[in-house]
């Protein structure tokens, strides 16, 4: 009888704090959180992530005519370098972001890869760029090409990983390599 009557008290308690406690109002809510931008340093007149490797910045700073050639290749919004990679005389791989996405999460911000070959002949090679999501589906282009491989996307690929390939005529790997996308611990 008692834990009843404790019970019946306890749920008269509940009920009368929920009347009266007032839903709150939109004027009340949070408001949703404004775009967040990555933070960036001018390289030569290119927008770099301020968390970028210094070999990232001496790549694009060397040429920023085949760096700002990327970010033609993946498209209007995508105007901030994320990373680059040189494989000797084979290939760069540049990464881009546009920089924004609605929320603080820097693990969704857009990103496209391009590996481009340098080596003046056609090779078989690819670029892969994995999200740091596991249920997200890597993005790949494979195939013989005289320029580059990409352009590939992922909505959410920062701290992702990009993964580079290319082999010669005779089927030697002259490039194997695994980055990880953006300044990521």
């Known amino acids: 009888m008692k834990t009843a009557l404790r019970l019946g008290v306890a749920a008269m308690a509940v009920t009368g704090l929920m009347t009266a406690v007032p839903a709150a109002s939109a004027a009340e809510r949070p408001a949703p959180k404004e775009t967040e931008r990555i933070q960036t340093v001018d390289v030569n007149g290119i927008e770099v992530d301020k968390e970028a490797t210094a070999e990232t910045r001496r790549i694009i700073g060397a040429d920023t005519v085949a760096a700002t050639a ?11 370098s994320t990373g680059a990679w040189r494989y000797s005389t084979y290939g760069t791989t540049y990464t881009w972001t546009n920089g924004t996405t609605t929320g603080s999460s820097y693990y969704d911000k857009p990103i496209c890869a391009v590996f481009f070959n340098d080596s003046g002949y056609t090779k078989y090679m690819g670029v892969r760029l994995s999200s740091n999501y596991t249920a997200d589906a890597p993005a790949q282009d494979f195939g013989a090409y005289g320029s580059y491989a990409g352009p590939v ?17 005779a089927g030697k790997v002259l490039v194997d390599n695994v980055e990880t996308v953006g300044s990521c611990n």
């Open 70 to 80: 990327t970010a033609n290749v993946c498209g209007s919004g995508y105007t901030i």
């Open 153 to 169: 996307y992922q909505k959410r690929g920062y701290c992702g990983t990009v993964y580079s390939y290319m082999e010669d005529s």
